[in-house]
């Protein structure tokens, strides 16, 4: 796959092809499991308003996507009595599927305590 100054060079030597054709001479082709071709014009878009200058943001979203809403660090009790927490904010915390915590009440306060710090406090 062509990028860069290579990129826009390779664009500029076809002229006026079809846009497939210009996606499959700069390499920008990849095969499906059924042996089929496909050509990838988003990443070969994306690659030439790079080589462009125009950077889409990709380094200030840390590689996870696009952004979506942000957390508002609140929540409430479930019609079921439930009180849920979100993949978002167990994400945060790098906390993993089977992770334990004891559970802490206070007066009008949960504290979730990981099981392995309750016994160093």
């Known amino acids: 796959m062509l990028t860069g100054t290579?990129?826009?060079a390779k664009v500029k030597e076809l002229g006026d092809v079809s846009k497939s054709d210009l996606v499959r001479s700069c390499g920008y082709v990849s095969t499906k499991k059924d042996g089929a071709e496909r050509l990838n014009f988003t990443a070969?878009?994306?690659?030439l308003l790079e080589a462009k200058g125009m950077n889409l943001g990709?380094?200030?979203?840390?590689g996870k996507g696009r952004p979506g809403r942000s957390l508002s660090f609140v929540t409430k009790v479930q019609f079921s009595g439930n009180l849920l927490?979100?993949?978002a904010y167990t994400a945060q915390l790098?906390?993993?599927?089977?992770d334990e915590f004891?559970?802490?009440l206070g007066r009008k306060q949960i504290k979730l305590?990981?099981?392995?710090a309750a016994e160093e406090e």
Do not use: T
């Open 6 to 8: 290579e990129l826009l």
């Open 44 to 47: 070969f878009y994306e690659a």
């Open 58 to 62: 990709a380094g200030s979203s840390g």
């Open 85 to 87: 927490v979100g993949k």
């Open 94 to 98: 790098g906390l993993q599927p089977g």
């Open 102 to 104: 004891e559970i802490k």
């Open 113 to 116: 305590i990981p099981l392995g």
